[in-house]
């Protein structure tokens, strides 16, 4: 019989406390992957976010050893892992298996995939917009005002639009993490604009990503209100409407409605931006979103 060389690449070897054993209510098959994934919880330090999938468990090539696979989800993308767990559900190995010099490990866990978010689920219409509907490319970021990324991010994304503009079309998304406190505020003024006119919000957002924008930020609320409003007198729009949306409620349920959406698809962070699909998580450099002009 051919003999195989094993080696354990960068392993970790954990013996599992009764505890496991003692609280068993599946099957085997379902205890063995349970165990993986206790395991994994609790000596891989992941983002909070990250869900932990089952795919499948097998005989892997270490004798009494299950391989199973797990899938990490997380905000952007799935990577798929695998963990060797023996057969009486004690032991596991976290690392990688080499056969030959081969990582056998990768191979069985296969490529991270980025994740494709179906666009129809991100209500394009109910949000403020700039460009053509049907454009080639649709980015929605989900974004707020006291954020330098996301206002970096802007500068960059209104460059683009200049030069696209019948190319893309760019879709604002609320995202300030609490339904309190100065970053929800300035959303729900910006939203509340938002009932005025679609310009109307547009002359606001981009006076908050402006410096000036941002130091009047730090001012009373009572303050920014103030200069929204005296924005809005300035371009001949109606206050009316825009303190109406404020006192009833409007600009604040505008917010909500885009938090709730960016919890849903587990947004934990801003900018975030769903371009054709794709999340894309943080600062997005020039050239890789003009690549989706040219696919």
């Known amino acids: 019989m051919l003999k195989k060389t094993l080696v354990m690449g960068s392993y970790l070897l954990f013996l599992l406390l009764p505890f496991f054993q003692s609280s068993l209510v599946f099957s085997q098959g379902d205890e063995i992957a349970r165990v993986a994934i206790e395991t994994v919880k609790r000596q891989i330090r992941l983002p909070p976010e990250t869900e932990i999938r089952f795919i ?36 596991v190995f976290l690392g990688n298996l080499f056969v030959r010099g081969e990582n056998v490990t990768s191979k069985e866990a296969g490529s991270p995939r980025t994740k494709k978010i179906d666009m129809a689920i991100l209500d394009l219409d109910h949000s403020p917009a700039i460009g053509p509907k049907g454009a080639k490319v649709t980015i929605v970021e989900f974004s707020n005002f006291q954020c330098p990324y996301c206002m970096d991010s802007w500068a960059k994304l209104k460059n683009l639009l200049g030069k ?105 962070g801003t900018p975030t931006k769903v371009v054709n699909g794709d999340i894309i998580v943080g600062s997005t450099a020039d050239a890789a979103l003009e690549k989706y002009l040219t696919k």
């Open 56 to 91: 499948e468990k097998k005989e892997s090539q270490i004798p009494g050893f299950y391989s199973v696979k797990l899938v990490f989800s997380s905000v952007d993308k799935d990577t798929p892992v695998v963990v060797y767990v023996d057969q009486a559900g004690e032991k």
């Open 164 to 268: 696209s503009p019948k190319e893309i079309r760019y879709i604002f998304k609320h995202f300030p993490f609490q339904q309190e406190g100065r970053t929800f505020e300035l959303s729900e003024m910006a939203a509340a604009a938002q009932e005025v006119s679609s310009e109307a919000f547009w002359l606001v957002h981009d006076f908050l990503f402006t410096n000036e924008g941002q130091n009047v930020a730090k001012l009373e609320k009572k303050a920014v209100q103030a200069k929204v409003e005296q924005l809005l007198k300035d371009k001949k729009y109606d206050v009316k409407v825009f303190q109406a949306a404020i006192e009833s409620g409007k600009g604040r349920e505008r917010v909500l409605d885009d938090m709730a959406l960016g919890n849903k698809l587990r947004i934990t």
